[in-house]
């Protein structure tokens, strides 16, 4: 069974920096895209970061130059570094994994970035 547990949420001021943690278990199936998704009150879930199955990352605009993702296979765990964090990044922040025939999900994690 496919898990994922992330980590690493939590109130910070505006221009700190918080890292995110997503360890997976289960996966035994080749993935095409692995990342995080952000949900704020009142908005649609958006795609914040992801990185495919040769390990090309992509990003959105609003966190390019920001927020970098990464993955360590030995550890099954993909992380996003959050720096120069801003109001408008307060969410909740949910790991992904995409496959051929759908989609994984984490719990999430809240962000909360203060002025």
């Known amino acids: 069974q496919v898990q994922l547990v992330e980590s690493g949420g939590g109130l910070v001021q505006a221009g700190e920096s918080l890292r995110l943690s997503c360890a997976t278990s289960g996966i035994t199936f080749r993935i095409n895209f692995i990342g995080w998704y952000r949900q704020a009150p009142g908005k649609q879930r958006e795609l914040v970061a992801r990185?495919?199955?040769?390990?090309?990352?992509n990003y959105a605009d609003s966190v390019k130059g920001r927020f970098t993702i990464s993955r360590d296979n030995a550890k099954n765990t993909v992380y996003l570094q959050m720096n120069s964090l801003k109001p408008e990044d307060t969410a909740i922040y949910y790991c992904?994994?995409?496959?051929?025939?759908?989609?994984?999900w984490g719990q999430g994690t809240q962000v909360t970035v203060s002025s």
């Open positions: 990185i495919n199955n040769i390990g090309s990352p």
């Open positions: 992904n994994v995409l496959r051929d025939s759908g989609n994984y």
